[in-house]
């Protein structure tokens, strides 16, 4: 598969309905790797009636629904979704496919530090820090956008494939519509990229916001507010509030909007910055690692489960469609136990997390950033894919 900047170094005029089909290929997958890194910071927190974790949450139940769109529209252009075998490795600098490539991506607790992550990643362009707006690097949004267009510059073979959808009812599904999932159909009547174009701009204006100097998504998504906008009220400590003075929302006049209603910093278990080994060394050298080993691969597997039911909801039978969601969002109630009753109960032992520096020399200064090894510190949850990889032998 092609990465993201392999795509967007394709010249505007060659990117034909195979580009579209392979870049929204891309797209799933860069969707798909956001979930681990939120889901990590969000499964951190104690309690989940905090304002942090329901604003956590929406956003995760949101990037599930914009994988489910580029699922869609790859899907009703005659392209199969892969996503069984979807398995970002954490650490990172970047996203999959080389996107956002200043971006460094940890498995880890919640904190200013991964907010400021989750900020960058859903940053609109009229607030990206200026050191970032010349850089020609491919992002998101800027894939999202030469998606757009190639949809808008191949309107006749992209209405072709839309019918030979509509008429072979294949070879892969669409999902959605009473489960907040966009669908697209060809209808024969009128402009029939113009759906498709509209369910680019949702993704986008959810995540970065409607690119109206405010920070919303706009009418049609009911000017909720953006991905952004949540993680900065978490990151100021206070909701977002309109100045009374007519003030233009910049980088350096972003604070000013946020000084509403106060969002007190949560109780975070001190989870351990997941290592590119998944704890592997960490657990021959603990007692109790045998034990930790099988509840972490008991999360995993439950991960790969949803991974897999996601993937049979678009190419598995169409019979089973509903019935295998409601699999997947039970496995996604079971992740929450797993990971807050039996990986995080108890803190490791302290000559462990002294050990920590010699287990991991060059990981170390990386987990000491995200990780305070001052307080008790507790494993965290893997998010390993067990199609692709082996968690026993990691």
Sequence with gaps: MKTVKEHMAVKPEQRDL??????????????????????????????????????????VMEEMAHMAIACNLLTVIGGIPKIKDLDPPFPCK???????????????????????????????????????????????????????????????????????????????????????????????????VKQLVAGIDEILEQGEGSGLEDLFAGAGSQDESSHFMRFAEMWYGAGYAKPTKKIKLTPATLPEFFKGVPIPFPEVKN?????????????????????????????????????????????????????????????????????????????MEESLVKQLPKLYPDEYKQMAAYTDMKRPVYYGPRFINMNVRNANTL
């Design 18 to 59: 195979t580009w579209i089909k392979s870049a929204l290929q891309a797209a799933i997958e860069l969707e798909q790797s956001t979930l681990p890194l939120y889901l990590s910071s969000m499964l951190s927190l104690d309690v989940q009636n905090y304002t942090s974790y329901n604003l956590i949450r929406s956003v």
């Design 94 to 192: 970047g996203l999959p496919g080389g996107a956002e490539p200043d971006v460094t991506a940890v498995l880890a607790c919640f904190s200013k530090r991964q907010l400021k992550t989750f900020m960058r990643i859903e940053t609109p362009a009229s607030l990206l820090d200026p050191k970032y707006t010349k850089e020609t690097y491919p992002t998101i949004g800027k894939l999202y956008g030469a998606i757009r267009q190639a949809f808008l510059d191949n309107k006749k073979e992209v209405t072709a494939a839309m019918s030979s959808y509509e008429k072979a009812k294949g070879p892969a599904y669409q999902v959605g519509d009473d489960i907040g999932f966009t669908r697209f159909k060809y209808t024969g009547k009128g402009d029939q």
């Design 271 to 347: 989870t351990l910055m997941v290592p590119s080994d998944g704890y592997a060394a960490l657990l021959k050298k603990d007692p109790k690692g045998e034990k930790m080993l099988t509840k972490l691969v008991e999360f995993d597997n439950t991960y790969t489960g949803i991974m897999n039911d996601l993937d049979a909801m678009w190419n598995g039978l169409r019979t089973n469609q509903w019935p295998t969601f409601g699999d997947a969002v039970q496995k996604m109630s079971a992740m929450r136990v797993l990971a807050n009753v039996y990986i995080m109960k108890e803190p």
